[in-house]
């Protein structure tokens, strides 16, 4: 750490490298924060948890019992001295008897992208809400007259404010919050969708994933959706051949293990689609069960996709193929997605398998370490990406905060008194 | 001081990141051209040397520097690339003499991760692309069309994560670059893509090497016939090109810089971290490649950059240390080195630690800081100003003027020098045992005051008094011949060249005066309407011996009147404004260019370019130098005529770029001064003061004065203890034969001589991490405390450390306490006679107590704990403003009555912090790691709780440079009545060398500069385009948002260079007179 101070110093260490390289090194000693507490509001298990990414202050959760509630995460609520442990209790906490209030389970919360005036929250009792943050009363409803799997608004969206849901429908539609009506219905899938997720790249690209193990590119300005991941075409980085330019662009479509409908002439390719036969492509899979959970990297290249055959796969966004990156042994079963967590500058992903966080080095599949500490089964993380702190919730009821390890403090006033003591106590167990 | 600053650069950056060599001011003429991070400079390689051409700011960090020549085209195009995500191609424009943008733009990504590597920029060598990798898994290609246009830009997604270099291959049909990057496993690899300009893809390439050393980091391209590529490791270094593999063993070094000596590419320059200097080889049978060769030549700086000139000529430039210049010679020197330094350029980069100190206690601050790394670390003394070194120096109050006299015409150095009183002139000459000793010359009137006197043509000297103008023999040293002033007319001034006098009588006469062989002949007089308070006919023209223009200045009605020679007409009468009058005039030539300089008796200063044939005044300037009479006189340094300008704030007046530049010299108040170069002080100026005659040398004519001290090792902290007079510093000595081994000191500097007096060794691994002197309750001494840290290479956070206290007595380091620490002690800070640490991420207060045994030790008081590590920090009062390493600054108290550290507030932005400093009781200074200040005030006032714990953020701005610490103080001798020295100023010290100023301005005069500033921007355009506002925005991770209550000081100053037509133009948009302006700048200029 010093060194790394004095390379810096001498401009040895470029900054951002310097910066990028301490981030990594904390994150490898993530464990149970001793320092914080988030005292869950909520009566059963949480399913989904957000912070906002305007403040990155605010921690949004959503529980089986249909309650949400924020927690600040900054500002400690209480302060216990003794344990030097800070407090969070939730700020509100919203259920079923606010007026349209959830009835049945919370399975997706989302904080509006601009500001924290907004979140929306989607419920097993068919409804998607929309809140005011102030008033904390439901503002806006949308009835999907399916039970809501999943919802998800672009942080990139500069033209349009539309929530993506994916529902126990096969359609996966999208609700207009400035209109207050549907504006998309995007069919494809052949079952439930868990999972939706507005790319990291572009505002109009939405990927789905549902329990017909399909994950689904869709660019919201064209009818269908353009790709269609298939976990058998892993051939990365092959380009064509140097000298056979003119074979190339023709063994470019026979190697359509990737785009079979080219964004740019969605027309021609349609025509296309129709000689391949559609039940071909139509029926590619990115996992053998359902599609569990989606996460994009930040920058948008890469995605992680987890499956209910208890897999983890990593793929590239742009040529859709699978790396075929081994992640050991996951376990994800379930009937419902869940939400997993990638590290801003990608190096690690956040799993929730059964009890515990699986943390995966995302380029190697290493495994790094196995977070436990929650009792029952673990539904969704949230990754703090200044704190490097990383928020789970679990059907325990427990918002568990998980933070880089800090050097223990024996004492603050005595030294010499603890050191004795630790030495006595080293002396108690020696014998 | 206040939220409102004022940055300014007193020392530009002198880090040297890039350099390249083409021809790019002319087909025929070839340039070296030098990136110093923010600035770019254009040299000319002429038989002489380097001839600097042009040294401008770029708004941006630069990342890439690169020369290209399109087809077709007969000069090269600089492509400049910088880290916020700008490009500009830059283009001479030979007439003008400046810097044309060919193109412009922005090739930031909306969303992306920035390489981890650093940006890469590479342009083909056919010019079909410019292809960027600034964003993990992209590649961006701008296409440059046969017309030598840049097209729109595109990505091609690259599937190599951790990219390590890029560079194109030479002669290939199609661009091809080769990619070298980690795995996942760590291992290395080299492929090769082939762009697809119209598919907007890559192909595969030719060939692929896969498993090279581990530490290889580098890839030279080399050109046709042989083509292919060299890969350079620590331990290996490989030539393939697809057909033909070499490869051969080097001793291990990590190689950073290399540079290409032959057009063909057959051999190169490598230069690694300890700076030894290597020539490889590629031996070759026609287009075959054979073998690799290595060849040691010698040590230099640390190199970055390397550029071959010509003739053996290489330019090194360097991060670490100074850049050279060097020659390589065939034959080895005695030490077996090929190498020969022919020039070197003073690096102050990077300064990691500094310290102000008044070490001549004239009121004015010198910075020492600690620069270089590794082998090359200094202590460099910087001065604002010119330094008079004392040679000699006699009591003798009531000087009146001086003049020196050499004995002969012929002699080199000056024999006599003349001092005048108020009744009586005494002359001194240097005797045999080199004193200044009392003597005679016979035909000099010795009982009346002179008013001038000079040797002249025909061996023979002059002497003006009130009554008389007498023409000595210089040999004989007998009256030759006198004019006598008329009856009831006295001679008040009296100007000469070598063979004319003119004098100034009462009732303004004018007379004018021709000195021949023994004779003086009064050729004209004319009668003023006025009477006439100063004149000079200094030669400016082609004849040094004879001037065809006379300046005269006028009581009454406060003008300067040029005069043509030998007739006395009126040529000019220039009306100088205001009541006071001109008590100096001076015809002089700086740099080919005639001025005439005209002093007021307020201290100010005008300057006006002079037609020597017509004697129009043109170009009016004016400064305050002082607020007492000036007197002018002309010297001669290093080859260079400068004006002196004796007042109570004495001034050098130079030129440097066509420009004039005034630098202060370090003394407090001059009367008169006369240069004296005699045998025994040779170059030397005598000095008049009240009371005191001073003969001394001069420095080096500049603004900045830089003093080196060479340590041969790094050293990283300082510290100043004005009781015992030394310097302590934390240094640690690389051992190159042991990897990465280091011993660290203690060491005990002289103030004066900066010898070495003691030193300390530190355990092993143990590091020294911060130094302070300080005092305790109840102890008379005055200690040197230094805080350590052990840096064992399998742990990641020391947790072991010492504070060591020190007293010095006679000369030596005495340890009189130690105290251990679960930490490294990152800082120390004295605090009410207590010492407060900072200890990873704790704080620690800790008091002196006194044991039975008499004895002293530090005992631990109370703490504070919950920083991710506290790394700066910094105290005034019971206040502690720490600076995180990644939760920003944070306010702490210290209660003594309860004896603890608590906190009050904080910033809850992110910003990884690189040094804070306190600028008053609310307002607080910090930098953070990427390149931005920003201030924040406590908001003891507000309403509630949430408001007074946060620390609101109430300046921002992009600073561009990475700040290692801030430090009070100020460059500048503060004078008790100007204005500028109520104006409290913070330095810092960056990576790149730089030397900054941070005022706190009244807000009035922040209105008025910021509104100055918005209308510069307008009339100034950046280098390539670039914007200044987007430069300045604050800009990190997470945010860029424009830079507010920051002033950028280099922008405004910069308003003195502009052309009289641009100042007008601005006066006009801010509606305040040009010489308003130019006197509000220039005043700002003296802070620094």
């Given at each position: 750490m010093w060194q790394m101070v004095g390379r810096r110093e001498t401009g040895r260490l470029p900054p951002h490298k310097f910066r990028a390289l301490l981030q990594k090194t904390r994150l490898y000693s993530i464990e149970l924060a001793g320092h914080k507490e988030i005292a869950s509001a909520h009566k059963s298990g949480v399913n989904s948890l957000q912070i906002d990414a305007t403040e990155a202050r605010y921690l949004l959760s959503g529980a089986a019992d249909g309650s949400v509630a924020v927690y600040d995460i900054e500002q400690a609520t209480a302060y216990d001295h003794s344990t030097r442990t800070s407090k969070h209790e939730a700020l509100f906490m919203v259920d079923k008897r606010v007026l349209n209030g959830h009835l049945y389970s919370v399975s997706c919360v989302h904080w509006y992208?601009?500001?924290?005036g907004i979140f929306v929250t989607g419920s097993f009792d068919n409804f998607v809400n929309v809140w005011d943050t102030n008033t904390t009363q439901v503002e806006l409803q949308f009835n999907m007259s399916k039970k809501v799997y999943s919802l998800s608004m672009s942080t990139l969206a500069t033209t349009h404010m539309l929530i993506a849901t994916g529902t126990d429908d096969t359609r996966i539609r999208l609700c207009d919050i400035a209109s207050g009506a549907f504006t998309h219905t995007l069919s494809g899938h052949r079952d439930s969708v868990w999972v939706v997720q507005w790319s990291t790249r572009s505002e109009w690209v939405l990927v789905s994933g549902g329990c017909d193990g399909a994950i689904r590119f869709w660019d919201i300005r064209r009818a269908g959706c353009y790709q269609i991941l298939d976990q058998q075409c892993s051939q990365i980085g092959r380009r064509p051949p140097v000298l056979k330019k003119s074979s190339r662009t023709h063994g470019r479509e026979d190697n359509l293990c990737t785009k079979y409908l080219n964004a740019s002439s969605p027309i021609r390719q349609r025509g296309q689609k129709r000689s391949f036969g559609i039940s071909a492509v139509d029926s590619r899979t990115a996992h053998y069960g359902s599609v569990a959970g989606l996460q994009m990297t930040a920058d948008g290249l890469h995605m992680i996709s987890a499956g209910t055959d208890s897999r983890l796969r990593l793929w590239d966004v742009e040529s859709g193929c699978n790396t075929l990156v081994n992640y050991p042994s996951t376990y994800i079963r379930g009937n419902k997605g869940i939400q997993m967590a990638v590290t801003p500058d990608s190096s690690l992903v956040f799993t929730p398998s059964l009890n515990a966080i699986l943390v995966y080095d995302v380029w190697s599949g290493h495994s790094y370490s196995s977070l436990r500490g929650h009792y029952d089964q673990v539904n969704c993380c949230a990754f703090?990406?200044?704190?490097?702190e990383l928020y789970t919730g679990s059907n325990d009821r427990k918002i568990l905060v998980w933070a880089p390890r800090r050097p223990i403090d024996i004492d603050n006033f005595d030294y010499e008194d603890a050191e004795q003591a630790i030495k006595a106590d080293e002396d108690a167990w020696s014998d | 001081m206040s939220i409102w600053n004022y940055v300014v650069t007193a020392h530009k950056p002198t880090n040297v990141t890039h350099s390249c060599v083409g021809n790019f001011t002319g087909a025929q003429e070839l340039n070296l051209i030098i990136a110093k991070c923010t600035r770019i400079e254009i040299h000319l390689l002429t038989p002489q040397g380097l001839q600097p051409m042009l040294d401008v700011p770029i708004y941006g960090r630069i990342s890439t520097l690169e020369l290209f020549k399109p087809q077709g085209e007969a000069q090269d195009f600089l492509f400049i690339l910088t880290e916020r995500y700008k490009f500009c191609v830059l283009q001479w424009d030979a007439e003008a003499g400046e810097l044309v943008t060919r193109a412009m733009g922005d090739v930031s990504d909306r969303i992306g991760r920035p390489t981890d590597n650093g940006q890469i920029g590479i342009i083909d060598p056919d010019c079909r692309l410019i292809g960027l990798h600034l964003y993990d898994g992209l590649f961006k290609v701008i296409p440059i069309d046969s017309k030598g246009q840049l097209k729109e830009a595109f990505n091609i997604r690259l599937?190599?994560?951790?990219?390590l270099d890029i560079k194109f291959l030479y002669g290939c049909s199609k661009p091809t670059i080769a990619v070298l990057f980690q795995d996942n496993r760590d291992a290395r690899h080299v492929k090769t893509y082939e762009v697809l300009l119209k598919e907007k893809d890559f192909a595969d390439g030719p060939w692929v090497q896969n498993n090279l050393d581990n530490g290889a980091g580098l890839l030279i391209p080399v050109p046709l016939p042989l083509g292919g590529v060299i890969i350079i490791g620590e331990q290996t270094i490989v030539y393939y090109n697809g057909f033909v593999f070499k490869a051969i063993s080097i001793q291990p070094a990590i190689t950073r810089a290399y540079g290409r000596v032959d057009a063909d590419g057959s051999r190169y320059l490598l230069s690694d971290l300890t700076g030894m200097l290597h020539l490889l080889v590629i031996t070759h049978e026609k287009d075959r490649v054979t073998g690799l060769k290595v060849e040691r030549l010698g040590e230099t700086s640390a190199a970055s950059t390397i550029s071959y000139l010509d003739n053996a000529v290489v330019y090194v430039g360097s991060s670490y240390g100074d850049s050279q210049l060097i020659k390589l010679n065939l034959q080895p020197d005695s030490k077996g080195s090929y190498v020969e330094v022919l020039e070197s350029f003073v690096n102050l980069g990077p300064i990691v630690d500094f310290c102000v100190v008044d070490l001549e206690r004239q009121g004015q601050g010198q910075v020492v800081t600690c620069s270089g790394a590794f082998k090359d670390g200094t202590l460099r003394i910087v001065r604002n100003g010119i330094g008079i070194n004392e040679q000699a120096s006699a009591e003798l109050p009531g000087i009146k003027g001086m003049w020196s006299l050499r004995a002969s015409s012929k002699d080199v150095y000056d024999t006599f020098l003349v001092v005048t009183f108020i009744s009586e002139t005494r002359i001194l000459a240097i005797n045999a045992e080199d004193e200044l000793e009392e003597t005679e010359i016979e035909g000099f009137d010795s009982d009346a005051q002179t008013l001038f006197c000079q040797n002249v043509l025909h061996d023979q000297l002059i002497q003006v008094t009130a009554s008389s103008l007498r023409l000595v023999d210089a040999i004989s040293r007998r009256q030759l011949n006198e004019w006598r002033a008329p009856p009831g007319l006295s001679i008040n001034v009296a100007a000469a060249s070598s063979s004319q006098v003119l004098l100034a009588t009462g009732g303004g006469h004018l007379v004018y005066i021709e000195i021949g062989q023994r004779e003086l002949i009064e050729v004209k007089h004319v009668k003023l309407e006025y009477e006439i308070s100063c004149l000079d006919i200094n030669p400016v023209g082609e004849d040094p011996d004879r001037s065809y223009l006379a300046v005269v200045g006028m009581w009454t009605d406060i003008t300067a009147r040029i005069f043509s020679l030998p007739n006395l007409e009126l040529l000019t009468k220039h009306s100088l404004g205001g009541e006071i009058i001109p008590r100096s005039v001076l015809f002089c030539t700086f740099e080919g260019i005639p001025y005439l300089l005209c002093a007021l008796g307020d201290g100010h200063l005008f300057n006006f370019i002079l037609d020597v044939n017509t004697g129009q005044l043109s170009d009016r300037k004016k400064v305050s130098l002082g607020t007492q009479p000036i007197t002018l006189r002309t010297f001669r340094s290093k080859n260079a005529t400068h004006v002196f300008a004796a007042s109570d704030r004495p001034t050098v007046i130079y030129s440097s770029n066509r420009k004039l530049l005034y630098s202060n010299v370090n003394l407090k108040e001059v009367n008169y001064m006369c240069p004296f170069n005699s045998a025994s002080f040779p170059d030397s100026l005598a000095i008049g003061k009240e009371g005191e005659l001073t003969i001394g040398t001069i420095d080096d004519i500049q603004k900045l004065h830089i003093r080196t001290v060479p340590l041969n090792e790094h050293a990283r902290r300082i510290a100043h203890q004005e009781a015992t007079r030394t310097f302590a510093i934390c240094s640690a000595k690389y051992i190159p034969t042991v990897e990465d081994m280091e011993t660290h000191f203690v060491r005990l500097l002289d103030d004066q001589t900066f010898e070495n007096i003691a030193s300390f060794q530190l355990d092993a691994y143990e590091n020294g991490c911060s130094i302070i002197s300080c005092s305790f309750t109840d102890d008379n001494n005055v200690y040197y405390c230094v805080g350590t840290g052990y840096a064992i290479p399998e742990e990641s956070e020391p947790n072991k450390g010492r504070i060591l206290v020190f007293l010095v007595e006679d000369g030596k380091l005495q340890l009189v306490a130690e105290k251990e620490t679960k930490?490294?002690?990152?800082n120390l800070n004295a605090f009410n006679g207590k010492l407060l640490a900072a200890i990873n991420h704790k704080i620690h207060l800790y008091k002196w107590t006194l044991r039975d045994d008499g004895t002293r030790e530090l005992q631990s008081e109370c703490g504070h704990h919950g920083h991710i590590l506290a790394l700066f920090v910094q105290s005034r009062g019971d206040f502690i403003v720490m600076g995180d390493l990644m939760k920003s600054i944070s306010l702490l108290i210290y209660k003594p009555e309860e004896g603890a550290i608590e906190e009050c507030a904080r910033d809850y932005n992110a910003n990884w912090m690189s040094a804070v400093e306190i600028l008053d009781d609310d307002i607080y200074l910090g930098a953070e790691n990427s390149f931005n200040l920003f201030t924040v005030r406590k908001n003891s006032d507000a309403a509630t709780d949430e408001e007074r714990s946060k620390l609101e953020v109430v300046g921002e701005y992009h600073l561009g440079e990475f700040v290692n610490r801030f430090r009070h103080g100020s460059l500048v001798m503060r004078l008790p009545d100007s204005e500028t020295s109520q104006i409290p100023t913070v330095i810092f010290g960056t990576v790149n060398g730089v030397i900054g100023v941070i005022a706190s301005l009244p807000q009035e005069q922040y209105m008025f500069l910021h509104k100055l500033q918005q209308n510069l921007v307008k009339v100034i355009k950046g280098v390539g385009g670039l914007s200044h506002e987007q430069w300045r925005s604050f800009s990190n991770e997470r945010k860029t948002v424009d830079a507010k209550n920051f002033l950028d000081g280099d922008l405004i100053e910069s308003f003195l260079d502009l052309s009289r037509s641009r100042m007008e133009e601005i006066s006009t948009a801010m509606s305040v007179p040009v010489e308003e302006l130019c006197k509000r700048v220039e005043e700002l200029t003296r802070l620094h």
């Open positions: 992208p601009i500001d924290t703090h990406p200044q704190g490097q | 599937e190599e994560l951790q990219v930490g490294a002690v990152y």
